[in-house]
């Protein structure tokens, strides 16, 4: 059976702003290591995954990005959403082309801004996936072992019920729980069943597109309008038609949290899915006051802060857990506490009309 992947890579990032901009969002962006985060997704897929088996959504906006950053992929494997409409609808029209391009193959779909630093694990694993996926009418998802009680990540309980699969143990579902407050996230961490949802999924794509139709009637309707069409007429022609009728809706609400035969498999491989500033610290070396610094800084009794510059010297003195970050044309000064309403700044430069700023 053919493995394929689904890349999803129309996000903005808009909790890293200012780096992170419309024209040039954080999965374009050098985060961390030489190459952007799309490039470095690309790299370790195709340590098992054919170049010509990787297919990328986005939007208009960054499909000539694609095409610069990634020149071996080919032009038809990017697949153009023309609005954006949340990760169901996203995967139900990959499924479509995917299915006519590869028949009976497996679909893995990837967000295209996570850091993975352990790369050989990760692979191993997906492959794990995969092998599972053919078994009976499997969705598969990858939960990440928690390793404090994150707040900011939804979370997926599993059961008892395991089977194993190369060495790992993959586990039945029981729920998909939202994003919990600090103390239901202490249980969840003490509890030892709970992981956090990695946004990582592996399914046979015959599978998916039942479940698409048995619960989400009305939008394998239009899949299965557009599925017709394709044979007759341009494909991005009928996407720009038909793909905004689609529902707004994640495929998590929409699939995972209803579907039987959910698995999941516990996994530890150096994740990260750099939502905001403060991942920094996460994924980089600090100094001995617990700062993360790049660019032309000079630091006196400063710590715990993110200090970015772009060129201009940043000189900080008695400050602690701030992120600084200096562009071309933007400095964000900020509370580490508050890195993940950065959204505020982004609404109120709406509201004010400064758009230049996005």
Request: proline letters at 4%; one cysteine or more.
């Amino acid at each position: 059976m053919t493995t394929t992947c689904l890349i999803m890579a129309g996000g903005k990032g808009e909790r890293f702003w200012p780096r992170s901009r419309v024209n040039l969002p954080k999965q374009f962006l050098n985060i961390s290591g030489n190459k952007s985060m799309i490039q470095q997704t690309i790299d370790r897929l195709q340590i098992f995954i054919p170049i010509e088996q990787i297919f990328i959504i986005t939007n208009e906006l960054y499909a000539e990005l694609i095409k610069a950053q990634i020149p071996n992929l080919p032009a038809d494997n990017i697949i153009i959403e023309p609005i954006g409409r949340n990760t169901a609808p996203c995967v139900g029209l990959a499924s479509i082309i995917i299915e006519e391009k590869y028949p009976d193959s497996s679909m893995i779909v990837i967000p295209s801004d996570h850091i993975i630093k352990n790369e050989t694990e990760f692979v191993n694993i997906l492959q794990t996936a995969v092998l599972a996926s053919k078994e009976g009418e499997n969705l598969i998802t990858l939960g990440i072992t928690p390793t404090y009680p994150e707040t900011g990540y939804g979370y997926i309980e599993s059961t008892d019920e395991t089977f194993e699969l190369n060495g790992l143990n993959v586990h039945k579902v029981n729920k998909f729980v939202e994003k919990p407050n600090e103390e239901k996230a202490n249980d969840y961490l003490k509890a030892g069943n709970y992981y956090w949802n990695s946004g990582i999924f592996v399914w046979r794509v015959a599978v998916v597109r039942d479940y698409i139709r048995k619960l989400m009637p009305e939008m394998h309707d239009l899949l299965e309008t557009m599925k017709m069409a394709f044979k007759e007429n341009d494909r991005n022609t009928i996407i720009k038609a038909e793909f905004p009728k689609m529902p707004d809706q994640s495929i998590d609400y929409g699939i995972m949290e209803k579907a039987s035969d959910i698995h999941v498999i516990p996994c530890i491989f150096g994740w990260d899915d750099v939502g905001s500033w403060t991942a920094l610290e996460r994924i980089n070396d600090v100094d001995d006051n617990g700062n993360v610094t790049n660019g032309n800084t000079l630091n006196i009794d400063t710590k715990r802060c993110i200090i970015e510059s772009n060129g201009k010297l940043i000189a900080t003195l008695g400050v602690e857990d701030l992120i600084i970050v200096e562009t071309e044309d933007v400095t964000l000064i900020c509370k580490k506490d508050k890195a993940q309403e950065i959204k505020s700044l982004i609404k109120e430069l709406k509201i004010q009309k400064l758009e230049r700023y996005l």
